[in-house]
Nanobody
Framework: QVQPVESGGDSVQAGGSLRLSCAAS????????MSWYRQAPGKEREFVSA?????????TDSVKGRFTISQDQDNGKNIVYLQMNSLKPEDTAMYYC??????????????WGQGTQVTVSS
């Protein structure tokens, strides 16, 4: 599945944890990297986290120390996880997975998932 598919969103109380998953496959010659974004109601979509070239994580400041990104492969699918701990009400948003190619072509372009909703209540 070229388009990423997210899962794992839920409603939790502040201080709780969730693990989001994003799975995608196909067009391996595009050498995709995967990242997480989120969009809260009335706000623009913002970057949350990505896998760095060294395999580590890149994070926006507001989630550093609370969120952890990781990746895996399963039956030919690339899977990216976002472990979210110590959740805050301001983390409430639709979370999107983005697949970005190493180079651009007709098929090697950005692909976005449909999103998974995270709601954190105080």
């Amino acid at each position: 599945q070229v388009q990423p598919v997210e899962s794992g969103g839920d409603s939790v109380q502040a201080g709780g944890s969730l693990r989001l998953s994003c799975a995608a496959s196909g067009l391996t010659y595009c050498r995709f990297s995967m990242s997480w974004y989120r969009q809260a109601p009335g706000k623009e979509r913002e970057f949350v986290s990505a896998i760095a070239n060294d395999g580590g994580g890149i994070y926006t400041d507001s989630v550093k120390g609370r969120f952890t990104i990781s990746q895996d492969q399963d039956n030919g699918k690339n899977i990216v996880y976002l472990q979210m701990n110590s959740l805050k009400p301001e983390d409430t948003a639709m979370y999107y997975c983005k697949r970005s190619p190493a180079y651009s072509s007709a098929m090697c372009r950005d692909y976005w998932g449909q999103g998974t909703q995270v709601t954190v209540s105080s």
